[in-house]
């Protein structure tokens, strides 16, 4: 399994956009458990229609293919929903949610989750933006995946985790540093390859690996890399 701070929420997390209401009719029938680091949340092929919304600690919706190789649709945060695509069609589960930490997650069932999507409409339209960007996202890395060459599509992840990441000095630091094989798995290609872009972007002094952190030295250097033409 892949290797792997927690802050709960951040203004775009799901769980953080809700009215008083929907917040109160969500934890009275929700149940809270918690698992261990590696443990299935959610395993692929499941016929459970339960949605889950992560409380604290990480998660990562991941499949492995026929020959062992793992791809990451994405992490959850605290504060995301997840499992709802199996609460909204009851079609068996698409992909695992494996936890990448001690983990504490709150159980919807699928009746009850149904019921809150018809009583509660501002609920409805936060899940209705919330599946807008889960397709945004997605779209983004099929056309990433079928027109850039690794070393691209290296970049534009970095850049993307960057958003996310806090300014040390000036610079941007993503904590803790993904592994390359993470960066792999998300973007569905090998480890191998990916540790040769990263050394390479490392030689040109864009970006460094200190302690647990990873430096982003010059991110405008990093887009003009992803703009050039090959």
């Not at 290296?154 to 996310?164: F, N, P, Y």
């Amino acid at each position: 399994m892949i290797e792997q701070e927690t802050v709960v929420t951040g203004s775009l997390a799901f769980i953080s956009r809700l009215c008083d209401a929907d917040l109160a009719a969500l934890t009275k029938q929700w149940h809270e458990r918690s698992y261990r680091h590696n443990e299935l949340i959610i395993s692929h092929g499941d016929t459970g229609r339960d949605v889950f919304f992560l409380l604290e600690g990480r998660a990562r919706v991941t499949l492995v293919s026929p020959d062992g190789r793992e791809i990451a649709y994405r992490d959850v945060e605290p504060g995301d929903i997840f499992g709802e695509l199996g609460g909204i069609d009851g079609i068996a589960r698409s992909a695992s949610v494996v936890a990448l930490e001690a983990t504490r997650a709150a159980r919807l069932s699928g009746t009850a989750f149904r019921d809150i999507v018809m009583t509660h409409p501002t609920f409805a339209w936060m899940l209705l933006e919330h599946l807008s960007a889960q397709l945004r996202r997605m779209t983004e890395r099929v056309f990433e995946y079928s027109t850039l060459v690794v070393r691209k599509r290296l970049i534009v992840e970095l850049l993307h985790r960057a958003e996310k990441a806090a300014l040390v000095d000036g610079e941007v630091s993503i904590s803790p540093a993904p592994t390359h094989s993470e960066l792999a798995a998300t973007m569905s290609t090998h480890r191998e390859a990916v540790s040769r872009e990263m050394s390479d972007l490392a030689k040109r002094g864009l970006i460094e690996k200190r302690g647990s952190r990873l430096l982003l030295h010059d991110v405008s250097a990093l887009r003009a890399l992803v703009d050039k033409k090959e």
